[in-house]
Nanobody, 123 residues
Framework: QVQLVESGGGSVQAGGSLRLSCVASQYIVSTYCVGWFRQAPGKEREGVATIGGGITYYADSVKGRFTISRDYAKNTLYLQMNSLKPEDTAMYYC??????????????????WGQGTQVTVSS
């Protein structure tokens, strides 16, 4: 069974950093479009960062603060989050679009999801 398993969430103060990891059970990370999404209470799930086809995308709200990367040998996707703000508080999910190499930012294009990891940033 193909799986994505996130880790690395936690509680930090504003200005702090966290690194999220997403381990795939198969060669998902190196083959397809993969990315990070987040969902805050009462809000829709939104794209944070995606990587695929040689293109990296970041939402405007995280540009300059977050970095997405992947380790092919470890089948792992990362999200380095610096200068965290209270508005970054959300459940963070990694996802894969196994029908594409080039990424879209539409969450409905992603067919494989992890269980999520909570990030809480206090002011």
């Amino acid at each position: 069974q193909v799986q994505l398993v996130e880790s690395g969430g936690g509680s930090v103060q504003a200005g702090g950093s966290l690194r999220l990891s997403c381990v795939a059970s198969q060669y998902i990370v190196s083959t397809y479009c993969v990315g990070w999404f987040r969902q805050a209470p009462g809000k829709e799930r939104e794209g944070v960062a995606t990587i695929g086809g040689g293109i990296t995308y970041y939402a405007d709200s995280v540009k300059g603060r977050f970095t997405i990367s992947r380790d092919y040998a470890k089948n792992t996707l990362y999200l380095q989050m610096n200068s965290l703000k209270p508005e970054d508080t959300a459940m963070y999910y990694c996802a894969a679009n196994r029908a594409a190499i080039m990424c879209s930012q539409d969450r409905y294009d992603y067919d494989l999801w992890g269980q999520g990891t909570q990030v809480t940033v206090s002011s």
